[in-house]
């Protein structure tokens, strides 16, 4: 139940910072630094620059840093600067001013044998492009990473064949990569990334030719890396539901610039612009909101040693009928329905725990509200939610999550509420898959025209 | 007052010649070296070629040609067509012009595949060769025959000379273009997997260009081939001083023989050559 990407973790400001980015200045053109010794032009807008000097700005003035097992996702519109960014991150691009640290090190200042080092051993790329050899066989092109940095051939192919049938591309090792479907081109560009068992992912929009089923099984897989081995990943992409899905904070990006970094919960939430607004605008909060911010407190809560007529009595006076039962240390042991209570008050029953129901719903704190979309839709009493010591937190009442969903729904966008239910098969079956790939209108502002 | 005024001229040809009488004083020792280099290697082939029994030379070509056009019959018309050669009685000289040939072209290819590879990596050298390129490939081919002559004397030695210098632009500036034209996004990707760049030369750009690299063999060795033929007016002997040879005592039959003899021959190599750029191709994608 509990979902992975979304975890508040990044919230801990006292983690290693594994990806820095200082004040990075990316400047096409003859002179660069014609632009960047210019105040006037560093602060003109980008057609400005163009007309005036020449010269286009990709990045100005960027900074972030990205912390150790983060999953980082950039985002913004065509042309805003993203590819540009990751490039620059191992080089690809050189910076025109600024600098990256990759785990403390200054990456601007190694020379050709020690970026060469950071390249092979420390980072692994996707390509938005694929970028595949095209002499190469598919073995070959994934095993291409171990291959540069001397492992035997034998050991390379190994995980290389291991790394393409995790991507799905088994019984193709031996065809060149313009014999494969663009979407198949692209998950070799993954496996070939994912051989060398990187410590950084930079990916640039690694998953956009792929059809949804697959995608969802390639994102399953990321995050599941990213928090079983701790990856450091920075993820490009344009698909909004995709960001929230698996980031665990989202940058926004306009013209070289990021005017937003945040959770997927404060970007949705709190968008710092109407730029912003228009990119988030929907998404709907129940993708995003977790149910410790929604949860309340409830007015009853008993305790396991209270007899049933009191109990009775505290329930009947807040006017509700049913209420969680919990130890002296607040775990959950389950609730009591005025039923339940009445029935054991006849049978001259003494215990509480004699009327429990232990067959409650529960959920983490960290859940999404999405996800308890199907639970409530099966009960009419409020669910628990609770934290790893199965400790009482607080409930989530249906009429909460029902508000949330539809402050979301605008008029005419009914499709909307078949997504909402797209993780959870066992509610929605067959036609689910299909709904992700519905072009939302969430894509609107961010569709790249060369997404082909 | 309607003539071109003479205090405008320039005298250039002086300034030619004394730049020749200076490079004969001065690197006298350099051009006789390279002399005798070239020299060595032609005698070497030459002997080869002339050492190895006919039926062992005419298997070999019908093999290789079988191999790269990969039809049945090539490789018995391109033997055949050696065969023909050897029936009009001109199997020796055939095989001096393929020994000038050859070298011409592997010294050739010693010169301009590096120069490509450089060109194709350093913009500026690229921007200087280029013209220079272009104006050698539009100069008569007898023009090379003239410093030649001067450096070398007359023979064998000056007409390779002039041959290599006739011949090496095509491979030259087809090495750069096919190096140029490997996908930029390619070159990306296995610089990202930490590849330095010999190791992205060596492993991307060269496989990649070598459909572009072959088709500049191939028309280096065309026009090495055209060159030989114009050589044996400063005396390589061969197959074009036949034809010279006809021309001036105006004998219509023998230089047919002899102009035949240098068709066949250039069909073979070009279509063996030509087969070798084609049968790459396909691991080019698009
Ligand atoms: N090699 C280059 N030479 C000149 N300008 C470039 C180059 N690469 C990128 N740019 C410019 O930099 C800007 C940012 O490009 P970038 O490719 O980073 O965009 P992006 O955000 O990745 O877009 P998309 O979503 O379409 O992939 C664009 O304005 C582009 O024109
Ligand atoms: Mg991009």
């Not at chain 1, 042991?333 to 209570?341: F, I, W, Y």
């Not at chain 2, 070497?44 to 790269?68: K, N, Q, S, T």
């Amino acid at each position: 139940m509990a979902h992975s990407g979304n975890g508040n973790n990044s919230l801990d400001a006292d983690r290693e910072v594994c990806v820095e980015v200082r004040k990075l200045w990316k400047v096409f053109g003859h002179e660069p630094d014609r632009v960047l010794d210019d105040p006037e032009l560093r602060v003109a807008t980008k057609e400005e620059v163009l007309t005036r000097a020449g010269c286009i700005i990709a990045l100005r003035d960027v900074s972030f840093s990205v912390h150790k097992g983060e999953f980082f996702v950039l985002m913004g519109l065509s042309g805003s600067g993203k590819s540009t960014l990751i490039r620059c991150i191992i080089r690809l691009a050189e910076p025109t001013a600024g600098s990256v640290f990759i785990n403390g090190n200054d990456i601007c200042a190694l020379d050709e044998e020690g970026l060469s080092e950071v390249r092979r051993h420390t980072t692994g790329m996707v390509f938005q492009h694929f970028g595949l050899l095209p002499h190469r066989s598919v073995l070959d092109n994934v095993a291409y990473g171990l291959k540069i940095r001397g492992v035997s051939q034998e050991e390379r192919y190994e995980k290389a064949r291991a790394c393409i049938e995790k991507v799905g591309l088994r019984g193709w090792e031996g065809y060149l990569p313009s014999s494969l479907s663009g979407g198949m081109q692209q998950r070799v560009g993954i496996a070939r990334a994912l051989a060398g068992d990187p410590e950084i992912l930079l990916l640039d929009e690694p998953f956009s030719g792929l059809d949804p089923l697959i995608r969802r099984q390639m994102q399953d897989e990321l995050l599941e890396l990213q928090v079983e081995i701790q990856k450091t990943i920075l993820f490009v992409t344009h698909d909004l539901h995709e960001a929230l899905k698996v980031g665990d904070r989202i940058a926004i990006m306009r013209d070289g610039e990021i005017i937003q970094t945040g959770t997927p919960e404060d970007v949705v939430i709190n968008p710092s612009d109407s730029y912003v607004r228009q990119f988030v605008q929907d998404a709907s909060p129940t993708k995003v909101l977790t149910a410790r911010t929604v949860m309340e407190q409830p007015p009853v809560l008993l305790y396991s040693w209270q007899g049933p007529k009191a109990a009775l009595q505290t329930i009947r006076d807040a006017n509700i009928d049913s209420a969680f039962v919990v130890t002296r240390k607040a775990r959950i042991l389950g609730q009591v329905t005025v039923e339940g209570l009445v029935a054991l008050i006849r049978k001259r029953g003494t215990f509480l725990k004699d009327a429990l129901d232990p067959d409650i719903l529960t959920c983490h704190a960290d859940s999404i509200l999405d996800d308890l979309v199907p639970l409530v839709a099966s009960t009419r009493y409020p669910v628990a939610v609770i934290d790893e010591d199965n400790r009482f937190l607080g409930e989530v009442y249906v009429s909460t999550i029902i508000a949330n969903m539809i402050q979301e729904q605008g008029p005419g966008e009914d499709v909307e509420t078949s997504e909402e239910v797209q993780d959870n098969p066992a509610v929605l079956e067959g036609p689910e898959d299909t709904e992700e790939n519905e072009k939302t209108p969430g894509d609107g502002p961010s569709e790249g025209a060369e997404q082909a | 007052m309607m003539e071109f005024p003479e205090f405008l001229e320039i005298p250039l040809a002086d300034l030619i010649d004394g730049i020749i009488a200076w490079i004969l004083t001065n690197l006298g020792g350099v051009l006789d070296a390279i002399g005798d280099g070239l020299l060595g290697g032609l005698v070497a082939m030459e002997r080869l070629l002339l050492w190895l029994p006919w039926f062992v030379i005419v298997g070999v070509v019908g093999f290789v040609a079988w191999r790269a056009l990969r039809r049945w019959w090539s490789g018995p018309l391109m033997g055949g067509f050696l065969v023909f050669i050897g029936m009009l009685g001109y199997w020796d000289l055939a095989m001096m012009t393929l020994a000038l040939i050859i070298a011409a072209v592997l010294i050739s290819l010693a010169i301009g595949l590096p120069t490509g590879i450089l060109m194709a990596r350093n913009d500026r050298f690229a921007s200087v060769l280029k013209p220079l390129l272009d104006a050698m490939q539009t100069m008569p081919s007898f023009v090379y025959l003239i410093p030649a002559l001067m450096f070398f004397g007359l023979g064998k030695v000056p007409a390779v000379f002039a041959t290599i210098i006739y011949a090496v632009p095509p491979v030259i500036r087809l090495t750069n273009v096919g190096i140029r034209g490997v996908p930029q996004s390619v070159v990306e990707a296995a610089k990202a997997f930490g590849a330095t760049s010999r190791q992205v030369l060596v492993e991307v750009q060269l496989p990649l260009a070598f459909p572009s690299i072959m088709v500049g063999i191939n028309q280096t060795t065309m026009m090495a081939l055209a060159m030989v033929v114009i050589a044996s007016m400063i005396g390589a002997r061969g197959l074009g001083m036949e034809v010279l040879l006809a021309i001036n005592r105006i004998e219509v039959g023998r230089g047919f023989e002899a102009g035949l003899s240098i068709v066949l021959l250039a069909i073979m190599i070009d279509r063996i050559t030509h087969a070798f750029a084609a049968q790459q191709q396909y691991t080019k994608s698009p």
